[in-house]
């Protein structure tokens, strides 16, 4: 994979630097409100469509036909017949079944319904999402080229439905390269490895570490360490061993190192995390009193990387979830609107064979849970030997309990640390 990176926030920069500078404050140019923008459907009576309009008009800036399509899907919701609607407006883009999940709200409503929208768009990687909120309504899209869109999700609470993000349990697979400035990230060991798995609708959600130093199966049918398989190989290699391990699969996987962690940290504009103990590690440069405190990049870097612990590399695999926890919570603190501009900040920073469909769906579902009530655990396992090198032997068992949670979305197995 290479890295991707969004095109349209150094130009948002640019835009700003430019307009930060263009007066010395003696003279401005009064602000131009922005033109206000409808989208109308259908835009005249057919005979075969349900009897019905809905208008949708907003004042944020429109990328291509998206407007056109948060229109057709309202009508979808209130008036049913999504066939109809796909033949009066056969460029709909939308899942079937999301499509067949908004019929079933059909309020057998007659009038014309007329709706404010505000948009949030922004570049994930090569691709491109957005998130048009209606009231309390959430409408999730992502396109190719940011012009022809296509509906992927939605939240429409005036309805009374609840979120439709999907129908699957989704299984992202979290690295965490050794790879210092300088060297490649995705052919480093991989130090920290976690699920993060989640039901479609983000009722429940988990964050699971798995030790380092496990003893585990490659694809090729080898023994070796976890942490070794990605080393020379990349990462699919150690998705696949994870697979084997789990007996999931796994949507994608999102991979950083350490210069890709602190810049992404220190653009996402830093973050509260409660440091559980005080620390004082040289190695790592973990200088921690106990309690919350602010973290830069650097910071949360430090206190990752300090593995003179007790319980050692499982006690660092737990703070690791707990960064995550608070790194979610510091996205929820943002605000829904501003997820598409933050997954394009998490785009750049990282490696990831997640398109941007799969982000926002699993950003948006991040917002249905208290980030502290994410179960965060750890395999059980003890520490042993395989000839000379010291590894971890997961307790089996327990491991498979935790698997079939995650494959079921029904995580009622775990226990608070």
Known sequence: MTQIR???IGLALLVLVFASCAGDGASTIPPVAPAVTTSTFPEKTTTT???????VSTDSEVPGDLLDQVAAIYFIANYGDGAAVKAERPELDAPGKLISHLEGLNTD???KIQLEASISSAAIGEEFGALVQVGEDLVLAAS???MTWRIIGTKLTSLGDSPWYGTEPRQLFIIGSDARPGENPERLRADSLHIISMVPDGSAISIVGIPRDSYVTTPEGNRRKFTNIMAGN???????TAEILTELEFDGYILTGFKGFVALVNEFGGFTVDIPFAMNEPKSKAHFSAGEQWLNGAQALAFARNRTLSGGDFTRQFHHGV???????ALQGKGITALPESLGILAEHTFTDLDAETMILVGAALFEQDAF???NVVLPGSPGWAGEASV???AEERSQEIFADIADGIFDTYEAR
Do not use: F, H, K, N
């Open 49 to 55: 469509l349900p009897t019905g309009q809905v208008s």
């Open 144 to 146: 190719r080229d940011s």
């Open 6 to 8: 969004p095109r349209l």
């Open 234 to 240: 990349g990462p699919d290699r150690i998705v696949g």
């Open 392 to 394: 971890v032997y997961l």
């Open 109 to 111: 409503s007659e009038e």
């Open 323 to 329: 960064i995550m926890q608070w790194g979610i919570a």
């Open 373 to 375: 009530e994410i179960p």
